[in-house]
């Protein structure tokens, strides 16, 4: 195929006149300083944020109420599984029960058949007490 001559590219194209003023005027238009513009948004985000500041200072303050008091832990029902109403400590956990004053308590069948000393540990979260059998000998 055969390329368009000259005279057919210049058809294809038409020639502009420059703008009035031309390059002088598009240089002098790029040099210029820009006007600065205030974003309004701006200006909307603080006078939102000033509104909630007075909002919140002109709120009278309210003390907060005191809690209802706290009814006493109730007698543990009936153990199943021991056939007692000991300290279980699920219902310690619950909040059901008030935790013993000694963390080691004798049931009273065994109360004259052991012996309990705690012994004294530097950490006082750590309990440890030292059974022996009455009457047994090493």
């Known amino acids: 195929m055969k390329p368009p001559s000259e005279d057919d590219l210049k058809d294809m194209f038409v020639v ?3 703008p009035p003023g031309g390059l002088a005027r598009l240089r002098a238009r790029r040099d210029a300083p820009t006007p600065l513009r ?3 948004w701006l200006a909307g985000a ?3 944020t000033a509104a ?3 909002a919140l200072s002109l ?3 309210v003390p907060p109420s005191p809690a209802p008091p706290t009814p006493a832990p109730a007698a543990a029902p009936v153990d199943l599984v021991a ?3 000991d300290l279980h400590p699920a219902w310690i956990g619950l909040g059901r029960v008030a935790p013993p004053p000694e963390p080691l308590q004798l049931a009273p069948e065994l109360a004259g058949a052991l012996a309990s000393r705690r012994v004294a540990l530097p950490r006082q979260d750590v309990v440890l007490y030292m059974l022996d059998a009455k009457g047994h000998v090493p």
Do not use: N
Request: aromatic fraction near 12%.
């Open 83 to 85: 056939g007692r109403t």
């Open 59 to 61: 709120r009278p303050a």
């Open 52 to 54: 909630a500041a007075l």
């Open 46 to 48: 603080g006078l939102a």
């Open 38 to 40: 205030w974003p309004w």
């Open 16 to 18: 502009l006149d420059p």
